[in-house]
């Protein structure tokens, strides 16, 4: 073993590519979308490198054209979780004791292979199986990917680095151990880097994982275990483990080697799996971390002052960017009566010019969400605004499950300040605006604080610097990510760590050497070169 001290290159973030046309990575996209969509595959359960069929299988389809089948994945259970289980234990002992650099090296190296060969493989597979455009893609799938192994690593070199100062005579060190056990991810269709980082962050500080991944977003997941695997990580350090929530979740939980879970999703399925874990605590080795991002109830409340039309365009793009379905995405407004006249006809215009449908085509701004469920909902909420006297529908407010599972972006005004869609998330491209006077400015933020038990993201806009400040601190608990004059969304790894409070989880920063602190344990060592020899203090003895 070296006695070096490596360190690992500098961060830098993966620049988008532009998708133009006549340019290289337009023309393999598109090779690479016809060939996929083509091509039906099998997704096994992968438990300690080896792929596993049980036979219960599901099925992945496109959301904007539900009638073309991509894969059968086979579905995990209580057997196959303890199967996992032992795999990781097995795989413990040998990934902890690796050096770190080593560990290092793998998830640098899945980075360039992402940036390189395997780019438009987890691009397409994020557009065909999760109908996202090439640009809500390529941000995703392939540039907060990268970002994600790039920066975690560095931040992984950074927390080892961090040592206690020493007292004459004394060495003071510090180890930061992986835990004891395996750590739980469980991982949302929204955004393949999440599904990308939630299990490898753990695993970067020398955890091993089983990995849920959720049901809509397997052939994604898929890919990205490929890619793992082919960038040298050994069997058993993340178990791919697709299928029911809780025919794979209790199992888990249940389990004496359940050290912590990384989660991404829904706030009453963080809660259950919460109180769940709190029942089981006598079982465990030790007390479990407890990482999770949920739900949101995202702002935006523009002062009298904002920028017409930089406030427009946050909206619309804020709102309807992947078919609104971000946890970020914004979902409710507060615009001041002065600027609603011009707000209003700029976004109505916008909205309605979007263009819906397949997001294989170029030109498309919005895609179909994400399956049946999720339109039932969403469309639910449009037909009780429409029918209610305290709102009006000014763009959009259609839809059409006939091929694929497609909502038109669609712009409420409501009177009321506390109205249903003001409060509730859902998760789908409908943006509700209240209209508030503009001498009750104070009395808007204290609603806006108030209205929603989320604190995800937020913005604000103004040109006024002292309404900045006003705002700002106004509503300094009710975002983890907070804009000012930008839109709630895009948060970038090493720039913005995101994360909220409240009921929107547990804010503890993906994309941030704070995340990475959650996956060690921490072993104090004291070294006493020469220690003393007698029992009497100094201060024992007569004058």
């Known amino acids: 073993m070296t006695n070096a001290r490596f360190h690992v290159p500098p961060p ?55 009638g073309h089948l991509l894969a059968r994945f086979h579905q995990a259970g209580p057997a196959e979780v303890a199967l996992a289980a032992e795999a990781a234990r097995k795989a413990r002992r040998g990934w902890a004791a690796m050096d770190w650099t080593d560990r290092a090296a793998v998830f640098l190296k899945a980075a360039e292979l992402l940036a390189g060969p395997r780019r438009q493989v987890l691009n397409a597979a994020t557009v065909l199986g999760q109908s996202k455009t090439i640009f809500q893609a390529e941000i995703d799938s392939a540039c907060e990917t990268i970002d994600f192994w ?7 070199q950074e927390i080892y680095g961090q040592q206690p100062v020493s007292s004459p005579g004394i060495w003071n060190r510090v180890e930061h151990r992986p835990l004891e056990g395996f750590v739980f991810a469980v991982t949302p269709f929204n955004f393949t880097a999440i599904a990308a980082n939630l299990p490898t962050a753990p695993a970067i500080m020398g955890n091993v994982v089983l990995w849920k991944p959720a049901s809509t977003a397997v052939l994604s997941g898929w890919h990205l275990l490929q890619l793992l695997q082919e960038a040298g990580l050994p069997p058993g350090v993340v178990n791919f483990l697709p299928g029911a929530g809780r025919d794979v979740g209790d199992p888990v939980l249940a389990h004496p080697d359940f050290a912590g879970i990384h989660f991404t999703g829904s706030t009453a399925v ?49 709102a309807f960017e992947y078919q609104g379905q971000k946890c970020s995405a914004a979902s409710r407004a507060y615009v001041p009566r002065s600027l609603w006249p011009q707000v209003k006809d ?6 309605e010019a979007l ?17 049946r469920k999720a339109f039932e909902s969403i469309t639910g909420y449009v037909e009780f605004a ?51 006077p503009d001498d009750a ?19 604000i806009f103004a040109q006024d610097r002292a309404a900045i400040v006003h705002m700002a601190k106004a509503l300094e608990n009710a975002a983890g990510n907070f804009y000012v004059n930008d839109k709630p969304t895009g948060a970038v790894v090493g ?19 704070s995340n990475l602190m959650r996956w060690v344990s921490q072993r104090s060592i004291k070294e006493t070169f020469v220690p003393p020899t007698s029992v009497p203090y100094p201060h024992h003895e007569e004058p």
């Open 355 to 371: 263009r819906m449908g397949d997001p294989a085509n170029f030109q498309t701004f919005v895609g179909a969400v994400i399956d």
């Open 12 to 66: 830098k973030n993966e620049p988008n590519l532009t998708y133009a046309p006549g340019t290289a990575e337009k023309a393999a996209l598109k090779a690479r979308l016809a060939a996929m969509s083509t091509t039906e595959i099998e997704i096994p359960v992968v438990v300690g490198g080896k792929a596993i069929h049980t036979g219960r299988l599901a099925e992945v389809r496109m959301p904007h054209r539900h």
């Open 495 to 513: 720039n913005q760590p995101f994360g909220g409070a409240r009921a929107s989880g547990t804010n503890d920063k993906a994309g941030a050497m």
């Open 441 to 459: 400015l104070d009395e808007a933020l204290a609603t806006c604080d108030g209205t929603s038990p989320y604190a995800l993201t937020g913005a």
């Open 386 to 436: 429409r029918k209610s006297p305290a709102a009006k529908i000014l763009a959009g407010g259609t839809s059409d499950a006939s091929e694929g599972w497609f909502v038109r972006p669609t712009i409420v005004e409501t009177t009321d300040p506390h109205f249903r869609l003001m409060e509730e998330e859902i998760f789908g491209p409908v943006l509700t605006v209240y209209v508030y």
């Open 346 to 351: 700029r976004i109505v215009a916008e909205t």
């Open 270 to 318: 963080f809660q259950e799996m919460w109180r769940t874990m709190a029942t089981n605590l006598p079982r465990y080795r030790g007390y479990p971390r407890i990482v999770g991002e949920t739900g949101g109830k995202d702002f935006v409340f523009a002062h009298p002052s904002a920028q017409v039309d930089a406030l427009s365009t946050a909206l619309v793009r804020g």
């Open 150 to 156: 790039r920066w975690n690593v560095a931040f992984a």
